[in-house]
């Protein structure tokens, strides 16, 4: 047996490669939101055509996500934690600075779909070695600065907004995720998945994920338990443009309630695992911080007014949003060292990748029952959030569990 190398303090490497590696991802991730509407401007686009292409390239991107997640997984626990982040950082890091150099749509979206791939192993991976090489006391504080950096990763996307043209801004994004490669190259492996990789047990396989119902059913509820958060950042910030312009709203900046829902998400992020770790529950915080986020969402759409008040509520509904560091925290404890990363990489994809559906989903609301774009993504969020809340209820408490276990 491996004798662990147990972190106590939240500063420590293992936080520190997962931390800046998740800021980066979600630099990247949320680049395309605060550039959609600029970079098909640029290649020509314009009027519903424009809408139409970033839908599209949105959806084509979290596909990647998905596909992603489950190439990624299963890599990270048959190959090991750090593998996968290697190799993540090095895909999307190509892929943005690909990115800079696109003249037509369809290119676009190959670029896209390739960075979503790269994307997928980011948060998986790295919430898993964190919470692996941390004390079970402490290993709430550790997935608190890994999800509080992402946040901030996204609020740096939405400041260059305004600073740098599109091309530059997916140029930088690929060069600092090679100078991340770099640093990554003295990062060490968990000696939790060691140790585990040294017995028979099968280790990244979908079918044992899938062989126990038990299993089934916390895998499914994790995922439900992510979506309101990308319903939220995916549709009601990205779409705030066409939601003003339906209420004749004029001088909304995308930008400026891109960055007031992540800096939201920030101080959500860093309080709701304080309030984790303080109150020794990961439920109990989850299903506030969830509440919260349903009466800032519903307060959104009541106050549609002016832009101000559209600006302003973004900030609560991330606030609301803000419980991250406690959902990817919680998923990575419900599952064994063996199916760990799979999970987590997939959970936090496939929660991602929703929109997909969630697009769809709100389209065909408005097309059928002819309520409009608000009132679509008002029922469709009615769904999301009644469902994470159902799941989180259902699902065991695990603050304090050991992960030191394997799924049989």
Not at 93 to 117: K, W
């Amino acid at each position: 047996m491996t004798t662990h190398k147990i972190y106590h303090s939240p500063f420590n490497i293992a936080v520190l490669v997962a931390g800046i590696g998740f800021f980066i991802d979600a630099f990247d991730l949320f680049l395309f939101n605060v550039y959609r509407i600029p970079s098909l401007k640029d290649l020509g686009l314009s009027g519903a055509g424009l809408t139409s292409a970033g839908e599209r390239l949105l959806s084509i991107q979290m596909a990647g996500m998905m596909i992603g997640g489950i190439i990624t997984g299963i890599i990270g626990d048959k190959r090991g934690r750090v593998t996968v982040l290697y190799g993540s950082i090095l895909l999307y890091s190509l892929a943005n600075f690909a990115n800079s150099f696109v003249h037509d749509v369809n290119t676009y979206a190959i670029i896209r779909f390739l960075a979503g791939v790269g994307l997928a192993g980011e948060l998986g991976s790295g919430i898993t070695l964190v919470s692996e090489s941390m004390s079970v006391e402490q290993r709430g504080y550790g997935t608190i600065l890994v999800a509080t950096l992402g946040a901030l990763g996204a609020v740096t996307a939405g400041l260059i907004g305004d600073y740098l043209p599109w091309r530059e801004a997916f140029l930088a994004a690929g060069v600092a995720g090679g100078i991340l490669l770099i640093l990554r190259l003295r990062s060490f492996e968990s000696s939790m998945f060691l140790d585990a990789s040294a017995g028979n047990e099968k280790r990244g396989s979908l079918l044992l994920l899938f062989s126990s119902r038990k299993r089934v059913l916390k895998y499914f509820a994790c995922i439900l338990m992510g979506i309101p958060i990308w319903y939220s950042v995916g549709l009601l910030i990205t779409l705030s443009p066409e939601i003003a312009k339906m209420h004749n709203i004029t001088g909304l900046k995308l930008s400026t309630c891109f960055i007031l829902f992540q800096v939201g998400i920030s101080a959500g992020d860093l309080s709701s695992g304080i309030l984790s770790q303080m109150f020794k529950s990961r439920k109990k915080i989850l299903l506030s911080f969830m509440a919260l986020g349903v009466l800032s969402t519903g307060y959104h759409f009541i106050r549609i007014s002016n832009s101000q008040q559209l600006s302003a509520t973004s900030f609560f509904m991330g606030l609301g949003c803000g419980y991250l560091s406690v959902f990817v925290t919680s998923t990575a404890e419900h599952f064994g060292t063996n199916l760990r990363v799979t999970v987590t990489a997939t959970v936090t994809n496939f929660m991602r990748g929703a929109l997909v559906l969630l697009i769809p989903l709100h389209q065909f609301f408005e097309r059928v029952c002819g309520i409009g774009l608000t009132g679509g993504l008002l029922v469709t969020g009615c769904i999301v959030w009644g469902l994470a809340i159902i799941s989180t209820l259902l699902l065991p408490e695990t603050f304090g569990k050991s992960l030191a276990y394997v799924e049989e």
